[in-house]
Nanobody
Framework: QVQVSESGGGLVQAGGSLRLSCAASGRTITSAVMAWWRQAPGKEREFVAALRRRTSTHYTDSVKGRFTISGDNAKNTVYLQMNSLRPEDTAVYYC?????????????????????WGQGTQVTVSS
């Protein structure tokens, strides 16, 4: 049974940093596309970052240069290091998995392609 579970959210001041963790079980992260999505109040869930084929990373424009996605294969865990946080980064952050590494690039940004989701972790950035 495949499961993903997030942790690491919290309250931080603007300009601060947080690191989110996504622990996966039932499938190795190296054989999957792992991604972070977020949903702010009253808005649709949006793509943030993805890790594909072990080292290929993808980011939405608003977080480039501030967020970094990475994986620890030994721990089967994916991280999202978030620096220079802004109030507009406030959202519930979700970890998602596409249980295949044989995907075309376009599916990385396709929410419906993700088969497994965590419960989400709240990130609040105060101004």
């Amino acid at each position: 049974q495949v499961q993903v579970s997030e942790s690491g959210g919290g309250l931080v001041q603007a300009g601060g940093s947080l690191r989110l963790s996504c622990a996966a079980s039932g499938r190795t992260i190296t054989s999957a596309v792992m991604a972070w999505w977020r949903q702010a109040p009253g808005k649709e869930r949006e793509f943030v970052a993805a890790l594909r084929r072990r080292t290929s990373t993808h980011y939405t424009d608003s977080v480039k240069g501030r967020f970094t996605i990475s994986g620890d294969n030994a721990k089967n865990t994916v991280y999202l290091q978030m620096n220079s946080l802004r109030p507009e980064d406030t959202a519930v952050y979700y970890c998602g998995m596409i249980p295949s590494d044989r995907t075309i690039l376009s599916v990385v940004w396709t929410e419906s392609a993700y088969e497994y989701w965590g419960q989400g972790t709240q990130v609040t950035v105060s101004s």
